[in-house]
């Protein structure tokens, strides 16, 4: 009988998984489909299409190249964008050819998807870059579950991406790319075909451009397919809704947190991750001493700094990367080449994880793993998630690396495993 009731609370608990409620969501985020979704072609040369392919390959050479439409197709993209794939699956003016008709948002579901942060690490996503020089930009990908450590180049041809993630619920991939000059910052979206056994692969030849601007310097995705991104000039914690991220349209953005003169918590953030689609923990790049090394902002927003931002970690040397972990620990690197962290429900409890590293800059968690990005030395490192101070271990080298992100299987994938040894105990007795 005991195991009966086991198994009704594990199938309640997987309609009920998420804290934040869609109305919540939906009251922040407003649809912009009225909005001329402006569309961006591009041609690569490499799409990874299955393990087998990925492997008779070695890192080859790939460009990214795009032709931004014209206002007159922007106009037409957007009196077309509402039509069905079935009708018109050669569209010119929509090369997205997304479906707005049929398409269910995440939002209109109570329990949104999963947490970026959970499951089984299947792969690491890491950008990489030469300083100063254009055009050196790649993503690769890194399989967790290979025999060998390998690394493959999915995009090439980038400027500075300084930051990379992916919408498991959605399979959208963003890189953020900070460019090297003023107003030079882009986020690209890219369609992703994936498979936690063996593939991770572009779908198409096409992508979207959702943002241009200064300086954008990570981005994050919640339950609902949501994006987050922080900008480092205009010193702006903003938000894109998954209704624009699908349509495809540029610029369409909400404030949640800027500078101004009663806000001084943002100085040149450059790093943030989400906390459980409630919250956003990210780093300041300057005057980190006094606005925060380290800090928390509540999500949900009915205006710009309607909420208060909460400093949780204060240092004398500049911050660079961030990461939560499913054991409620904070995760930060520093230029003093060291990887420190803080308990949630206490920052003052906190420790140094790593020390003596040349130039840590991303990280990312998966699977009781912090994963560490040295752009200096060219290598990602990975320790354990607890609070005690160990040496890092090498698990690729790849020159100029910079940001990392772990591609896990999710939340749902573990809350099955609970319901299926619950079903079978149910069997059996």
């Not at 032709?67 to 018109?88: C, F, I, P, R, W």
């Not at 204060?314 to 962290?341: C, N, R």
Request: glycine residues 6%.
């Amino acid at each position: 009988m005991l195991l009966k009731i086991i198994f009704a609370i594990s199938c309640t608990s997987l309609a009920t998984s998420s804290s934040t409620s869609a109305d919540q969501n939906a009251q922040l985020f407003k649809s912009s489909l009225n909005q001329a979704p402006i569309f961006v072609q591009g041609t690569l040369e490499i799409s990874l299409n299955s393990q087998a392919s990925i492997e008779s390959q070695n890192s080859p050479e790939s460009s990214l190249s795009f032709l931004q439409q014209d206002e007159a197709s922007s106009e037409s993209s957007s009196e077309t964008s509402t039509e069905s794939s079935s009708e018109s699956s050669t569209d010119e003016t929509n090369p997205l050819d997304r479906d707005t008709d049929d398409h269910q948002l995440p939002e209109d579901s109570d329990d949104g998807g999963d947490e970026y942060s959970g499951g089984d690490t299947d792969y690491i996503l890491a950008t990489s870059f030469t300083d100063n020089e254009e055009g050196t930009g790649k993503v690769w990908l890194i399989p967790m579950k290979s025999e060998e450590d390998s690394s493959y180049e999915i995009l090439g041809g980038l400027e500075k991406p300084v930051g990379v993630c992916f919408d498991i619920n959605n399979n959208f991939m963003y890189v953020a790319d900070a460019g090297f000059g003023s107003d030079t910052g882009y986020i690209y979206q890219y369609e992703i075909s994936w498979d936690e056994e063996n593939s991770f692969s572009l779908s198409r030849n096409i992508y979207a451009v959702v943002y241009e601007g200064e300086s954008p310097y990570d981005c994050k995705v919640d339950i609902y397919g949501n994006l987050y991104f922080v900008d480092s000039v205009t010193n702006q914690i903003n938000a894109i809704s998954y209704t624009d991220l699908y349509s495809g349209s540029k610029n369409q953005q909400y404030t949640l947190y800027q500078a101004d003169e009663t806000n001084t918590d943002i100085s040149a953030p450059c790093s943030l991750d989400l906390y459980k689609s409630e919250g956003i923990y990210f780093v300041n790049n300057e005057n980190f001493d006094t606005s925060g090394t380290v800090n928390y902002a509540i999500i949900n927003s009915t205006s710009i700094n309607y909420n208060d931002i909460q400093q949780c970690a204060i240092h004398d040397v500049a911050p660079w990367g961030v990461t939560y972990s499913e054991d409620d620990k904070v995760f930060y690197s520093l230029d003093s080449g060291e990887v420190q962290g803080f308990d949630i429900e206490n920052a003052a409890n906190s420790f140094v994880k790593v020390s003596k590293l040349s130039e840590p800059r991303g990280l990312c968690y998966g699977d009781g793993k912090v994963y560490i990005a040295d752009h200096y030395d060219g290598k990602i490192y990975k320790v354990s998630d607890s609070d005690e101070e160990e040496t890092p271990s090498v698990i690729i080298n790849l020159q100029g690396v910079y940001a990392v992100f772990c591609v896990n299987e999710g939340d749902f994938a573990r809350a099955i495993v609970v319901v299926w040894v619950a079903l079978i105990s149910y069997l059996i007795i």
